[in-house]
């Protein structure tokens, strides 16, 4: 997730339509709402973890998956979920 937004802003896309595009789709990724919450966000990263762990999920997508929780986890901090409400 966050490396397609790098992606895109070296094509000159606006910062901060990418940032909330990706915050966007991070919160898709972890069934959550936009106006989400630190705790939120971590309450379901770890069902989702969880859900989704290789070592626990034998489907061949879990690994992909679980890649994909990650990134939006650390993608949505504390100061990005306030920076995503400052400016929504």
């Given at each position: 997730?966050?490396?397609?937004?790098?992606?895109?802003?070296?094509?000159?896309?606006?910062?901060?339509?990418q940032f909330r595009s990706t915050y966007e789709k991070s919160c898709s990724v972890l069934g959550i709402s936009t106006d989400t919450t630190e705790y939120e966000v971590?309450?379901?990263?770890?069902?989702?973890?969880?859900?989704?762990?290789?070592?626990?999920?034998?489907?061949?997508?879990?690994?992909?998956?679980?890649?994909?929780?990650?990134?939006?986890?650390?993608?949505?901090?504390?100061?990005?979920?306030?920076?995503?409400?400052?400016?929504?």
């Open positions: 997730i966050v490396r397609e937004g790098f992606k895109n802003l070296a094509a000159g896309a606006n910062p901060m339509e971590k309450l379901a990263y770890r069902k989702l973890a969880k859900k989704y762990h290789p070592d626990v999920n034998s489907d061949p997508k879990a690994t992909t998956k679980f890649q994909e929780i990650n990134a939006a986890y650390e993608f949505l901090s504390k100061e990005n979920i306030e920076r995503y409400k400052k400016y929504s």
